[in-house]
Every structure is written in structure tokens, then in C-alpha cells.
């Protein structure tokens, strides 16, 4: 939880079939090529000190259509000790499969409880500007229409030499500070003391946040800190959501995040916001949550210059490639950690 990480998300939703500073898609959502540097996503510090790293990704894809299972290939990021069918390692490497029909029915591989499942090896490449090519292929060779995805990786430098603590309780073993914020204290469609938020719920920006505060001694110990995000709960909603909807995640903004790139829009990239890992609501009308596995839940962020930030959050949706969720909601409770970056 002390290691710095870097982290990139990528909307399908910004790219489309025609070329763009990004990237492009097919017409059929089954082939996304992003234009993205390396060098800008793993950071000058991550990238000059480290030669590999460890990938994770996380993707979902609500599937529509006849019974048959798609292959996630990944191509572009030296991937290696990773074949597919005895084919060479590094080159059309399969992360993933998931059915058309059967949809998911919780947030596992998305940053949740079971999303190291899908860890991969990374050589740094020689150069830093790649073409990073996601097909997704049916078993059966035919070429059906998919909806749109959104893919989320985190890198995490590779210690060749390290000695892993116990993982049970490596937790325990980091200086940290816990947090909650929740709506309860917000009004809906107003402003009061602690900050504003929309009538629906799915936009809003807690005040004057005293981060020293929160993370105390640490304060004076770290420059860089990560933001870990533990766990989102979700208050009951009657709102009608379809499945691709139910799978959430929220934008951050209001602290000097590092190492997070992101897409915004079909020209450009973002430095300046981060994400939550995805979040499943099951059911309408009933309360739900959802926790978080590391190192996806890692975001780093640089100490702020003012101890008071405004942490403002925005509720996205899957549905579409990544995008806003504007339907009326409820209250959310969203807990975290901080952990200082040695």
C-alpha cells in the first residue's frame, strides 16, 4: 500500500470510428486502439527508476445477443510470460474472457475482492509512445456488435529482489489514516456548510476538507500519499437502472493526483482527475455495497499546499463506454485510506 502506482482509464465512450489524437474503434466495438505515453502515465520518477511492472486490468462488458464467449486480447504494452495457445508470449495476449448473455453479477476483476486474478508482467518498451490495440474476439469467428467498454489498468513497479510480507497481514503493517465521507451531510439541490450537491444525488463537492487533519502524524513524514479507496455503499433508489447502469464508479477531483491519466474526451487526455474502481448496484429499491482490492484502489496524490480541499465527485456509469449517470440516486458513503508513499 506504500508503493507509488500509476493509473489509466480508458472510456470508450471518447473514441470513435473516426481516427482522433486518442485513438479509434470499429463500428462494432469489438477492436479499440488508444494512442497513449507511457512515459506520461507511469510518471518521469516510476519510468526512469524501474524496468517492469506489474499490469492489472479491469473491464466489463454487458453483453448482448446469442450464447458464445469473447476473448479479451491485449497487444502493445510487452507483455510477457503471457501466451495464448502456445503462441509467443508478449504478442495478442489474452487477459480475459466473458460471456455475451450471462452478465456479471458483481464488481470481481473491476477493482473488487477478486481482481488480482488478472496480473500481468510488463517490460518497459523502448518507446514510450504505444499503440495500445483491445479486440475483443468470439469463439466462433463471427464479428457480432458489442457495447461500448470502458478498461481500467494499474501499473505497480516490479521489485525483482523484494521479499513479499505475509498478504494477510501486510495491511496492518502501514501507518495509515481512514476516512468517510457521506452524503447525509450534504443537502440535495443546495448548498450548505459542508458543500453542494445535485437533486439526483450523482454529483457533488464536500468543502473545505482538513486533510491534515486526517492524515495527522503522516503529514509531516510524506510528500506523496496513496488515496486507497475501501469501500462505497449505496443507499436504496426505486430509479430504474439497466445492467449495464448498475456498474458505477465515481471521478475525483479537488487533490494534485500523480500518475493518473485518463480519457475525457475524443482530443485529449486528463492528469488532473481519478477514479474509484467500478461498484455494482444489484437491486432497486435496496441498500448495497461494495469493497475494493489493492493495488486498484490505489490513487496517489501529492501532499496539498492548503490543508483544506474541496473533494468533488462525480457518478459515472459503464453504460455507453464510461458515461455520466444523471438518474435520480440516494445517499453514498464512500470510506478510504491514506497511506503515505515512501
Known sequence: MQTEVAKLWLN???????????GIRNSTNTEYTFFVDLRLVLGETMFQKYEAFKVYFGS????????????????????IQ??????????????????????PNNSENLGGKNANIREFMMIKPD??????????????????????????????????????????????QNEL???TLTTQILSAGATNEFGTMNTTFTTFTFTNVNMRRIIGTMWDKYD???LVCLNVGIGQ????????????????QGLQFINCLSTTT??????????????????????????????????GFRKPESENVDLAFQLFTINGGGTALNLQMNQFSITFAVVGIK
Open 266 to 299: 475524443s482530443s485529449s487526455f486528463s492528469q488532473s482527475v481519478a477514479y474509484t474502481p467500478i461498484f455494482r448496484y444489484a437491486t432497486a429499491s435496496t441498500a448495497d455495497s461494495d469493497s475494493f482490492a489493492v493495488p486498484e484502489s490505489l490513487i
Open 127 to 172: 518507446n514510450t509512445k504505444i499503440e495500445l490495440n483491445i479486440s475483443l474476439v468470439r469463439d466462433d469467428a463471427t464479428v457480432p456488435t458489442l457495447s461500448l467498454t470502458v478498461f481500467f489498468l494499474t501499473f505497480a513497479p516490479f521489485h525483482k529482489d523484494k521479499i513479499y510480507k505475509n498478504p494477510f497481514n501486510y495491511l496492518y
Open 237 to 252: 433508489t426505486a430509479t430504474t437502472l439497466s445492467s449495464a447502469q448498475r456498474f458505477m464508479f465515481f471521478q475525483i
Open 177 to 179: 489514516a481512514n476516512f
Open 12 to 22: 470508450g465512450a471518447n473514441v470513435g470510428t473516426t481516427i482522433s489524437q486518442i
Open 60 to 79: 466489463v462488458n454487458i453483453g448482448t445477443g446469442t450464447v458464445s464467449i469473447d476473448t479479451i486480447f491485449v497487444n502493445g504494452i510487452n507483455l
Open 82 to 103: 503471457a501466451s495464448y495457445q502456445g503462441k509467443q508470449a508478449g504478442f495478442n495476449t489474452a487477459i480475459d474472457v466473458f460471456s455475451q448473455t450471462v452478465n
Open 224 to 226: 506523496k500519499f496513496n
